[in-house]
């Protein structure tokens, strides 16, 4: 499994401290509507990526609690990453399928399960959590 990835055209590529070892998927309107379909993630700390031509990447500020970037170039998705301050600020999600070689990572959880159209779902068992239950972990707290 790589640990780097990159866009489509090649503009925005970024490498990884290690391997990742899980991913997510998130059901939500924005997610399905910024990714095309399900977002399928990587959770990587902020201090665990570099970046090569991050010039070429464009954010778009989604929520009170966090940013989406995309490459300016081609279009491509690239991350969703927490704004909002507490102990996910600065967690970057990268698109699984941005990386390289993408394989061998095992869906464990997935995000919004209550928004999820009834028209797919996963065969692996994994951790769902509500709108509810994600809103109580990532939005900020007034």
């Known amino acids: 499994m ?5 866009c489509l055209c090649g503009a925005v590529s970024y ?3 290690d391997k990742p070892k899980e991913t997510g998927a998130c059901h939500c309107s924005m997610c399905r509507k910024w990714s095309g379909g399900i977002f399928l993630g990587i959770e990587v ?3 665990a990526v570099s ?3 991050a010039e070429n990447l464009t954010s778009y500020t989604s929520s009170p609690w966090a940013e989406r970037a995309f ?10 990453r927490v704004t909002a301050p507490g102990p996910h600020q600065g967690t970057y999600h990268f698109g699984y399928g941005t990386l390289d070689g993408a394989t061998d990572v095992p869906l464990t959880g ?3 399960i209550d928004n999820k159209p009834d ?3 996963f065969s692996e068992k994994t951790h769902q959590m509500t709108t509810e239950e994600v809103m109580e972990m990532f939005a ?3």
């Open 119 to 121: 028209g797919y779902s």
């Open 45 to 47: 700390p902020s201090e």
């Open 140 to 142: 900020p707290k007034d």
């Open 110 to 112: 997935e995000l919004f």
């Open 2 to 6: 790589s640990t780097s990835g990159a």
């Open 51 to 53: 970046f090569d031509g």
């Open 71 to 80: 490459c300016k170039t081609c279009g491509s998705s690239i991350y969703y």
């Open 15 to 17: 490498t990884l401290t």
